[in-house]
């Protein structure tokens, strides 16, 4: 089983930056594809930013792209998504997650995550 736990999140003016973190234990990191997802009040969790298994190749929403960059580190088990540019829409709850190990499907699509972090809230202000 895998645990992730987020951190970084908080409130910003509209146009700063943050940066989220994510720590993975109980697994072997570099087996998982990895993803960054939020959810607004009253509407579905979306996907953000998902990156392979190397780090060699990222998804991004399009409502993110320019903006927001996903980026891992296998030898220390952490994901972090730096976003920049932030805007009021931006506003959720925004969550880690992981496949399962060896995952063959498309990566960037909900259903293909397994495990997810606890979350953690990113409030823009206008």
């Known amino acids: 089983q895998v645990q992730l736990v987020e951190s970084g999140g908080g409130l910003v003016q509209a146009g700063g930056s943050l940066r989220l973190s994510c720590v993975a234990s109980?697994?072997?990191?570099?087996?998982?594809?990895m993803g960054w997802f939020r959810q607004a009040a009253g509407k579905e969790r979306e996907l953000v930013a998902a990156i392979t298994r190397s780090g060699g190749g990222t998804k991004l929403a399009e409502t993110v792209k320019g903006r927001f960059t996903i980026s891992r580190d296998n030898g220390k088990s952490t994901v972090e998504l730096q976003m920049n540019s932030l805007k009021p829409e931006d506003t959720a709850v925004y969550y880690c997650?992981?496949?399962?190990?060896?995952?063959?499907?498309?990566?960037?699509?909900?259903?293909?995550?397994?495990?997810w972090g606890q979350g953690t809230q990113v409030t823009v202000s206008s």
């Open positions: 997650a992981a496949t399962p190990p060896f995952y063959s499907g498309a990566y960037y699509t909900k259903t293909a995550y397994a495990y």
């Open positions: 109980g697994g072997i990191f570099s087996y998982h594809y």
